[in-house]
C-alpha cells in the first residue's frame, strides 16, 4: 500500500555469518572497514599544527596548494567558542575576563568552563535532538500530546553535560530498560528514560495499532541513520538498491523492535495512552521516602495482629469438639435436624459452645446456605435464641450470643461488619477481611433479592471461602436443658452442595472472647495498610520501552504487512557479521547495543560520531551526508582524519567533551573566517532558530535559565482529539529554545521560519536558509520588539549615557566595542527617531528610540552570523 | 514598489535567495497553477459522475470488500443509495454536471472531467496528505514546494508557493510543506483575515521602518565590506529588501478596491468583503498576476466540511461556498487571457460510496476507489470527459486515474517530468510520484 523508497530489487550477495573481532565489518565499502591506524602525517609548515588533527588538515591543503587562513582574533574567538558550545553569546564579562588572562591557559580555561556549564547541555542536547527526531506529539491523525516524552529530552541534555561515555550513550537509548538491571540502582531511572529514543517513534493512522510496521520502520530507520549512519529503512520493501542490507536483515530488526513493548501514546481510535514505564527520579522518591516509612509501619502492624492471633493457637486445640450430628446436603436440598425432637435435647453448661459448621466440596461458589438454627431452654426462664433473630444491623452490637466463624483454620471470628450489603435494603453481612466466609441476614419480614439469592423473611445464610468453610458459634448464656431446632438448606442455584456438622465445643467460648480484640485490632491494621496503599504517590511515567514476548518477524513483502513472507530470526545485518539474538535473550536489544559499540560495529558508530562532532564545530562534517555513511552517501574528505578522529574518541573512553577539547584546540578551528585567496578560511556560519531566540532573550535579560520540564498539555482524561479537531498549540515561555514543545503535524512558526529540525524524521543537518519572511519576522514579530523594548529598558539603569549604552549593547549582541562610525549612526538614528516620537515623555521616549536602535541591530548580519 | 525605493541605492533584486531559476524540462504549457482543493470527501455521484442506474438499483444489497466497512458493526449488509441531485447535459460538449454546481457547469467546455480517479488510502489525513504530497504515511514536499522548486520564481517580492486557507486541513501543515526541499519553497500561509501573512504588517511607521531599515543596511554594508564574497550575506541584504516589497505589495495583492463590480459580481463578491471563498478566488487570480507560481486554495479545514456521514444534505452549503467562485474564476482568468498559460486543478481527497448500510442512511462513507477531478486551463483539452467509473460509480471502469498519474500530468503541464524532478535525500533521490505515476495523455490539448 506504501511504496516509500525508490529503492528497486537489486541482488546483493548475502555475506558469510562469520564471527567477526570486535569493529571489523565484512563488506568492500570504506565505512565498514576497521579503522586504520593512520600515521600522522608531516607537514612542510611544521610551526602550524597546534594539534594532531592538524597535520592531517594541513597536509590536505598541502598537497592542493593551498594554506589556512591565519589565527582570529581573541574576541571572535571567544564567541565562536560560546556560541559552539552553549548556543549563547558571551556576557561582557566573560569577555572582559578572557581578553585580560593572557595566560597561555587562557582558551582552554574558557573551553573549560563553557563545557563545565548547563547550557552546554542544551545546545548540544538540541543537535542528538535532531538526530533523534525528538517531538513532544505522536505525529497520527490527531497528533495527540506525549506529555511524558521531556524526561527524555532532559535526559539527554544531562547525559551531554555528565559527558556520559558515548558508547554507553547508545546502550542506553536501546537498551537502557535491559542495562537497569547492572545497577547502580540511582541510574536505573535515567537508563529506562533513555529508550525515549525509541519510544517516541512516530505514531501513524486512525489506529496506531494498525499502522505500527511504519513505527517500527520509523525506530529501525532512525537507529540506523542516528548510530549507523545507513539508511536500513530502504530495505522494508525491497534488498537495499545500494548497501548491502537485505530485507532479511531489515525483519531480523524489525523482530527485535517487535519483541519491545512501545508505550500507547493514544490515537483516534482509542485515546488513553498505557504501557508507559513507572521510574523512580529523585522527585519521586522524595515524594514516596515518607510514604514508603508509613507503608512498611502498616506492614508490620498486619503481621503484629496475626502473630497475636497465631497465640491463640493452643487453646484452640484444647477445644476438642464433639460431633454431634452431620450430613451432606445435595444441591437445592434442605436437611432438618432433629429427625425427632428427643434426639435435640442436650443440657450445656453455662459459657459452653455449640459449633455449626458448613463446608465446601469441590467448588466454594454458589454455596450460600441456609441456616434456620433455633436454640429453646426447656426449663427456667424458657427463653430462645434464633439465628436469624439473633443478628442486628447495627455494627456496635453484633452477634449477641451467636458467632460467624471463619474455619479455614482455627476458628476466626467475622466481626467486620460490611455496610455495603446494606444497598439491598434488608440485607446485614458479616465478614472477616475477605468478602467470604460471610454471614448474610435478610433482617425484613418480606423476601429479599440478594444477587442470585432470595433470602426469607428473617432469614439467616452463611456463604463458605474460597479456602475452606464457614460456621456458626451458640455460646450458651445459661446451663440446663435445651432443645435444639435446626434447618439447613442449599439456597444458591447451581452450588455443588455442602458438608455440615454439629458439634460441641466445650472452651471455645472462652477463647473466642480473648480472640475478639486481637481479631478487631487486625482488622483495623488490614483497613490501615488498604488506605496508606491507595495513597501511594503517583508514580513518575516515562515515555519509555519494556520488553515484550519474544517473536520474530515473518518478511512483509513489499512491505505489505497483509501479505507476509517467510519468518525471518531477529539479527544483527548481516554486515555486522549477522549473528542471531541467543533463543534466551529476550527481544535483543540489549545485543544490538552491544554490537553497535563492542562488536562488529563498533568502528562504524564512532566515525559517524565523530563526524557529527567536527560538523557541529566546523559546520560540514567530513562526511557530508553524516546519516549516510552508505555507498550512496558522500565518501569522507579526509578518511586518514576520521579514522585517526574515530581511533582517539575509543582512545578517550568515548568522551564526547575530550573530543570537543580536540577539536577547539586545534589550529584549524580557530582559523579566520575571512576569505583571503587560496586561503582555507573557518566557515562563517548562521545562528541556529533556537540560538536566535536563546540570543534575543538572554540581551534582552529575559531568558529563564530554569531547564523546562512537562508541557502543559491538557489532561489525558478528557483526550477527545481527531483529524477533524487534532491536538494543536503553541506554549509560550522564557526558557531556552530546546524547551520548546514541538509538535509533528504542525511546525512550531519560529522554527520552521529559521530551519528547525523536522520532527517527523532524523534531521543531520540543519539548512540555513535566507528567506524575506524571516526579514519580515526581525520587521515586524511581537517577539522581537518586546525583546528590544527589554533590553532598552535594561539599559536605561546599566549605563549612564546614550553612548555608554550603545557601547555596552554592541558589546553583548556583537563582542566588541562599537566604533566611531556606530556612535555617528547612532547619534543620528536617535534624534530623527525621537524627532519622530514628540508626544512621549521621559524616559519612555529614551526607551522607545534605544529599541528602535536595538531592533536594528536585532536584524544586523554581525548578530546572526559567527565568523 | 522597492524598484522605487531609496533604501537600496544599486540593489536590484533579482530572486528570492535559494530559489533556483526557472529550469523547466521542457517547453511548459502552463506558467503558474492554482489548485483547488475541496476538503472532506466530495461525493462524485452526486457531482460529476451521473449514475441512472444508482438510481434505478436503489435500495439493491450489494457485496464488497470495501475498507470503510471491513470489521465495521452495523455494515454487515450494504445497500446501494440513490444518488440525491439531478444531473443535466451542458455545453457544447454535453457534459453532464449535477444541479450542485449549477455555475460550474456552465463551464464544463474549459474543462477536461476526469470521472475515474483513486486514491490509496481511505482515510482523510492519509488520503489528503497523499493528495498533496504523494506520500499517504510519511512527510514529505508539497505537490506546491515541487513545483516551486522546479520552477522558481517570476517575482522576488512574492513567495513562488501560497496557500489561502481559512482552516487548518487535514495533516495540518505538512499540507504545504517544503519537508526536505529548501525552505524556501514551503507554502506561505494566508489566512483571509486582518493579517493574512505573518508578519506582513508593519508595526512602526513607514518612515521609521525606512529608517531602521537604512540604518540596518547600512551596518550590514560594514559588515559585508569586510567578509565580501559571502554569497549569503549578501543574499540576506536583499531578503531585507524584499520583506520590505511584500509589505506593500501582499497588502496590495489582497485589497480588492480597484476590481469593478463587474469583476467582484462573477466571484459572488460584496464591495469590501475579506473573507469567503470568492476572496480567495479573486485573491489566486491577483496572485498569479503577479507571476506567484503556485497558488493552493482550500475550501473548509479538518471539520465543518464535506465530510457528510450524517447528511448528504450538507454538501448544499459547501457547493454553494465554492460554485459561483470558481466558476467566476474561470471565466475572469479566460477573459483576461490568463487562462492560456495558468493551469486550474479542482479536487478533493476521496469520493464517496455510492451505497451505505441501509438505503435511507442519509449520509454516505469514505470512498477511495472513485472519485472526480477536473483540470483547466493551459495545456488541458478542454470539453472532455477522462475516464469511467462501473455503473453504480463504486470502482473505475476505464483509463483509471491515480493520484500519482494526477501528479505526472500536472507537472507534465508545468514543463517537468516527474520522473527528472528529483531532490537527493537520505542517501536517495526523492519524487513527488515515488515509484509511479504516468501521464495522463489524453487530457493534454
Not at chain 1, 560560546?82 to 587562557?106: I, K, N, Q
Amino acid at each position: 500500500m506504501f511504496r516509500l523508497h525508490v529503492c528497486l530489487l537489486a541482488l546483493v550477495p548475502t555475506l558469510p555469518l562469520l564471527a567477526v573481532p570486535a569493529g571489523a565489518i565484512a563488506g568492500g565499502h570504506w565505512a565498514f572497514q576497521p579503522l586504520a591506524s593512520p600515521p600522522v602525517p608531516a607537514v612542510r609548515d611544521a610551526a602550524w599544527p597546534k594539534t594532531e588533527p592538524d597535520n592531517f588538515f594541513l597536509a590536505r591543503l598541502e598537497q592542493e596548494g593551498r594554506h589556512p587562513a591565519p589565527s582570529t582574533d581573541r574576541r571572535t574567538l571567544l564567541r565562536r567558542v560560546t556560541y559552539d558550545l552553549t548556543g549563547l553569546p558571551p556576557t561582557v564579562a566573560e569577555l572582559d575576563a578572557f581578553l585580560a588572562d593572557t595566560s597561555p591557559g587562557a582558551f582552554s580555561a574558557a573551553v573549560e568552563r563553557l563545557l563545565a556549564s548547563p547550557a552546554y547541555g542544551e545546545k548540544w542536547g538540541r543537535e542528538w535532538l535532531d538526530v533523534a527526531r525528538y517531538a513532544d506529539t505522536a505525529g497520527e491523525t490527531a497528533d495527540v500530546p506525549l506529555p511524558h516524552a521531556w524526561r527524555y529530552r532532559n535526559w539527554i541534555i544531562q547525559a551531554f553535560n555528565d559527558d556520559l561515555p558515548y558508547d554507553e550513550f547508545v546502550r542506553w537509548q536501546l537498551a537502557g530498560d535491559l542495562l537497569a538491571a547492572d545497577g547502580p540502582p540511582e541510574q536505573a531511572a535515567d537508563k529506562t528514560v533513555a529508550t525515549g529514543f525509541l519510544a517516541v517513534a512516530r505514531r501513524f493512522g486512525f489506529n496506531i495499532e494498525q499502522d505500527i510496521h511504519l513505527t517500527y520502520e520509523d525506530a529501525i530507520d532512525t537507529t540506523g541513520k542516528a548510530f549507523m549512519g545507513l539508511t536500513l529503512g530502504c530495505a522494508r520493501c525491497h534488498d537495499h538498491k545500494y548497501d548491502p542490507v537485505s530485507t532479511r536483515d531489515y525483519y531480523g530488526l524489525y523482530g527485535i523492535l517487535q519483541s519491545t513493548r512501545l508505550p500507547y501514546s493514544g490515537c483516534e481510535k482509542s485515546p488513553r495512552p498505557r504501557d508507559l514505564v513507572a521510574i523512580a527520579t529523585p522527585e519521586g522518591r522524595r515524594l514516596r521516602t515518607p510514604w514508603e516509612a508509613e507503608k512498611t509501619a502498616a506492614d508490620a502492624a498486619v503481621k503484629k495482629a496475626e502473630a497475636d492471633l497465631a497465640a491463640l493457637a493452643g487453646d484452640f486445640a484444647a477445644s476438642v469438639p464433639v460431633v454431634i450430628a452431620q450430613g451432606t446436603l445435595a444441591p437445592g436440598a434442605a436437611a432438618t435436624w432433629p429427625p425427632e425432637e428427643a434426639a435435640g435435647r442436650l443440657a450445656v453448661a453455662e459459657g459452653e459452645t455449640l459449633q455449626l459448621t458448613i463446608l465446601p466440596r469441590a467448588n466454594f461458589g454458589a454455596d450460600a446456605t441456609g441456616l434456620d438454627w433455633t436454640i429453646s431452654e426447656t426449663g427456667g426462664e424458657k427463653r430462645q435464641w434464633s439465628l436469624a433473630g439473633g443478628f442486628t444491623p447495627d455494627p456496635a452490637h453484633p452477634v449477641g450470643a451467636w458467632a460467624v466463624l471463619d474455619v479455614e483454620k482455627d476458628p476466626r471470628l467475622c466481626l467486620h461488619y460490611d455496610a455495603e450489603f446494606e444497598k439491598t435494603p434488608g440485607m446485614a453481612a458479616w465478614r472477616g477481611v475477605d468478602l467470604w466466609p460471610s454471614l448474610l441476614v435478610n433482617t425484613r419480614t418480606e423476601p429479599v433479592k440478594f444477587q442470585t439469592l432470595t433470602m426469607p423473611p428473617r432469614s439467616a445464610a452463611v456463604h463458605p471461602g474460597p479456602r475452606g468453610g464457614v460456621a456458626v458459634a451458640w455460646q450458651s448464656p445459661v446451663g440446663g436443658a435445651i432443645s435444639i431446632r435446626l434447618v439447613v438448606s442449599e439456597i444458591d442455584p447451581g452450588g455443588d452442595g455442602v458438608d455440615w456438622k454439629l458439634e460441641r465445643r466445650p472452651g471455645l467460648g472462652a477463647t473466642l472472647e480473648r480472640q475478639r480484640p486481637l481479631v478487631l485490632a487486625s482488622l483495623e491494621a488490614v483497613k490501615k495498610l488498604a488506605e496508606t496503599a491507595r495513597r501511594e504517590p503517583a508514580a513518575d511515567l516515562a515515555f519509555a520501552v519494556a520488553e515484550a514476548k519474544p517473536v520474530n518477524a515473518r518478511i512483509q513483502k513489499k512491505g505489505e504487512p497483509k501479505d507476509p513472507g517467510a519468518e525471518v530470526p531477529r539479527k544483527l545485518p548481516d554486515l555486522f557479521g549477522g549473528a542471531l539474538i541467543p533463543d534466551a535473550a529476550g527481544s535483543g536489544r540489549r545485543e544490538l547495543a552491544d554490537w553497535l559499540t563492542r562488536g562488529p560495529a563498533r568502528d562504524l558508530t564512532a566515525r559517524v560520531m565523530v563526524n557529527r562532532l567536527w560538523q557541529g564545530h566546523f559546520g560540514e562534517g567530513l562526511v557530508t551526508t553524516p546519516n549516510d555513511f552508505g555507498t550512496r552517501g558522500q565518501p569522507p574528505s579526509d578518511p586518514a582524519l576520521l579514522d585517526f578522529l574515530a581511533g582517539k574518541f575509543i582512545a578517550s573512553g568515548w568522551s564526547v567533551k575530550a573530543m570537543h577539547r580536540l577539536l577547539l584546540s586545534s589550529a584549524a578551528w580557530q582559523r579566520d573566517s575571512a576569505v583571503h585567496d587560496t586561503a582555507s578560511a573557518f566557515p562563517r556560519r548562521r545562528l541556529t532558530a533556537e540560538e536566535i531566540r536563546d540570543t534575543l532573550l538572554l540581551v534582552s535579560g529575559t531568558l529563564d535559565r530554569t531547564p523546562g520540564q512537562a508541557h502543559p498539555f491538557p489532561a489525558e482524561t478528557g483526550w477527545a482529539f481527531t483529524q477533524h479537531g487534532p491536538f494543536a498549540a503553541v506554549y509560550e515561555s522564557n526558557r531556552r529554545s530546546v524547551y520548546l514543545m514541538v509538535q509533528r503535524t504542525r511546525r512550531h512558526p519560529f522554527l520552521a521560519l529559521f530551519d528547525g529540525a523536522d520532527p517527523n524524521t532524523s534531521t543531520p543537518v540543519r539548512s540555513q536558509s535566507t528567506v524575506p519572511t524571516q526579514a519580515l519576522y526581525f520587521l515586524n514579530d511581537p517577539f522581537v520588539h518586546s525583546q528590544a523594548k527589554a533590553l532598552a529598558a535594561r539599559l536605561q539603569q546599566a549605563a549612564p549615557d546614550e553612548d555608554a549604552r550603545l557601547e555596552l549593547a554592541t558589546r553583548e549582541l556583537y563582542g566588541r566595542p562599537a566604533t566611531d562610525e556606530e556612535h555617528r549612526l547612532m547619534a543620528t538614528f536617535l534624534t530623527d527617531t525621537a524627532a519622530a516620537i514628540p508626544s512621549l515623555t521621559e524616559p519612555e521616549r529614551s526607551i522607545e528610540t534605544r529599541a528602535a536602535w536595538l531592533r536594528v541591530l536585532f536584524g544586523t548580519s554581525e548578530l546572526l552570523y559567527v565568523d | 514598489m522597492v524598484a522605487g525605493s531609496s533604501l537600496f541605492p544599486g540593489l536590484v533584486s533579482q530572486l528570492l535567495a535559494g530559489l533556483p531559476a526557472g529550469r523547466a524540462h521542457f517547453a511548459p504549457r502552463a506558467k503558474r497553477i492554482i489548485f483547488l482543493f475541496m476538503s472532506g470527501g466530495v461525493s462524485h455521484i452526486d457531482t460529476w459522475d451521473p449514475k441512472p442506474r444508482l438510481a434505478a438499483d436503489h435500495g439493491k444489497e450489494v457485496k464488497l470488500n470495501h475498507p470503510e466497512i471491513e470489521n465495521r458493526p452495523g455494515y454487515e449488509r450494504i445497500f446501494l443509495k440513490r444518488p440525491g441531485w439531478k444531473f443535466e447535459k451542458h455545453g457544447q460538449c454535453g457534459t453532464e454536471v449535477s444541479e450542485l454546481f449549477p455555475h460550474m457547469a456552465g463551464c464544463v467546455d474549459d474543462i477536461a472531467l476526469i470521472r475515474s480517479m483513486h486514491t490509496s488510502h481511505s482515510n482523510h489525513y492519509n488520503a489528503t496528505l497523499g493528495m498533496h504530497t504523494g506520500s499517504f504515511a510519511f512527510a514529505r514536499p508539497s505537490l506546491g514546494s515541487w513545483v516551486s522548486y522546479g520552477l522558481g520564481s517570476e517575482n522576488a517580492n512574492m513567495p513562488s508557493f501560497i496557500v489561502l486557507a481559512p482552516k487548518t486541513p487535514y495533516a495540518g501543515s505538512q499540507v504545504w510543506a517544503s519537508d526536505f526541499l529548501p525552505a524556501a519553497h514551503q507554502g506561505t500561509l494566508v489566512v483571509p483575515g486582518a493579517e493574512p501573512v505573518a508578519n506582513i504588517a508593519p508595526r512602526t511607521p513607514r518612515s521609521q521602518q525606512e529608517r531602521e531599515l537604512a540604518a540596518m543596511a547600512a551596518l550590514n554594508r560594514g559588515h559585508l565590506a569586510t567578509r565580501s564574497g559571502d554569497s549569503v550575506l549578501e543574499a540576506r541584504l536583499r531578503s531585507f529588501e524584499t520583506a520590505f516589497g511584500m509589505q506593500m505589495e501582499v497588502p496590495e495583492v489582497f485589497d480588492f478596491a480597484k476590481e469593478s463590480d463587474a469583476t467582484l459580481g462573477l466571484y459572488g463578491l460584496q464591495r469590501g468583503q475579506t473573507t469567503g471563498f470568492g476572496w480567495q478566488c479573486l485573491a489566486a487570480r491577483r496572485l498569479v498576476e503577479r507571476g506567484v507560481r503556485c497558488v493552493e486554495l482550500i475550501d473548509t479545514g479538518s471539520s465543518g466540511n464535506w465530510d457528510s456521514h450524517g447528511n448528504m444534505q450538507e454538501h448544499v452549503p459547501l457547493a454553494k461556498n465554492v460554485d459561483q467562485p470558481i466558476a467566476g474564476l474561470l471565466r475572469d482568468l479566460k477573459s483576461r487571457g490568463l487562462l492560456e498559460d495558468t493551469l486550474v486543478v479542482w479536487t478533493t481527497e476521496f469520493g464517496r460510496t455510492p451505497f451505505n448500510n441501509t438505503p435511507d442512511n442519509s449520509g454516505r462513507e469514505h470512498h477511495n476507489w472513485a472519485f472526480s477531478s477536473w483540470l483547466a486551463g493551459a495545456g488541458v483539452k478542454p470539453g472532455i470527459v477522462h475516464g469511467e467509473t462501473d455503473e453504480y460509480g463504486v470502482r473505475v471502469a476505464t483509463d483509471a486515474v491515480h493520484v500519482h498519474d494526477f501528479h505526472a500530468t500536472i507537472l507534465h503541464l508545468m514543463g517537468l517530468n516527474h520522473e527528472q524532478l528529483t531532490f537527493r535525500h537520505s542517501g536517495r533521490d526523492y519524487r513527488l510520484t515515488d515509484v509511479e505515476g504516468n501521464v495522463v495523455q489524453a487530457v493534454l490539448a
